[in-house]
């Protein structure tokens, strides 16, 4: 076990409506990544908080926003969900830096169904 | 793009033998890569890593080679056991200064028969 938990397991949700995920980081890291991982694919980086900042972003469209906490728990949100928003979203945490070289350790991921 | 990828989607295996399963990278600038395992409802597991000034690293059954002349990475696991059955990434950093994330290929679905 990683120690980094997500919430909920899974969730279903329907086309236009907005969903929120959870991530709480490994004891000791203060940076989160999130990835979205669609059946049968590899996990595509999302973006990272740092500080509670944001420090890097794929590619991914600007209804995918996220926060840190000082806590550095992590949320993720996605507004006017699509059918293909649906996967398996993960939480990665690592280090104290927020170097790119840090070890990530994941988390079980949450499974978001689109209807 | 660039990106990363794997040779082969499955690799089945006798249990007690060797695996080994390979990843090219086309990135010359990743300088840091990693092997991840993923079991069927669970996330990514960290099994090993390596950086680009080293070619060899070895855990407990497990080593990874990395060829930077060809941008070729393998993980070889040693005496496969049946806990050893899931899909495996390999992925890769660049190490630049801004946070790029974790670029991951399609994965290889290790099977173990008995």
């Known amino acids: 076990e990683t120690g980094v938990t997500q919430s909920p397991t899974h969730l279903i949700k329907t086309r236009g409506q907005q969903v929120t995920l959870r991530c709480s980081s490994q004891?000791?890291?203060?940076?989160v990544s999130w990835y979205q991982q669609a059946l049968g694919q590899g996990p595509q980086f999302i973006f990272q908080?740092?500080?509670?900042?944001?420090?890097g972003r794929g590619n991914f469209p600007p209804r995918f926003s996220g926060l840190q906490f000082p806590n550095y728990s992590s949320e993720l949100n996605v507004n006017a969900l699509e059918l293909d928003d649906s996967a398996l979203y993960l939480c990665?945490?690592?280090?104290?830096?927020?170097?790119?070289?840090?070890?990530?350790?994941f988390g079980p991921g949450t499974r978001l169904t689109v209807l | 793009g660039e990106s990363v990828g794997l040779h082969l989607p499955t690799l089945s295996v006798q249990e007690g033998d060797n695996s080994i399963i390979n990843c090219a990278y086309s990135?010359?600038?990743?300088?840091?890569f990693i092997w991840y395992k993923q079991e069927s409802g669970k996330g990514p597991q960290f099994i090993i890593d390596?950086?680009?000034?080293?070619d060899k690293r070895q855990g407990q059954r497990v080593t990874v080679l990395l060829n930077k002349t060809v941008k070729h990475l393998s993980l070889q696991i040693a005496a496969t056991q049946p806990g050893d059955s899931a899909v495996y990434f390999c992925?890769?950093?660049?190490?630049?200064?801004?946070?790029?994330?974790?670029?991951f290929g399609k994965g290889t679905h290790l099977i173990i028969q008995p």
């Open positions: 990665a945490s690592s280090g104290l830096y927020g170097r790119s070289t840090d070890t990530q350790y």
């Open positions: 004891s000791g890291h203060n940076t």
């Open positions: 908080y740092y500080r509670e900042e944001e420090n």
């Open positions: 990135n010359s600038a990743s300088d840091y």
């Open positions: 390596i950086r680009s000034n080293m």
């Open positions: 992925a890769e950093n660049t190490g630049g200064g801004g946070a790029d994330g974790l670029t």
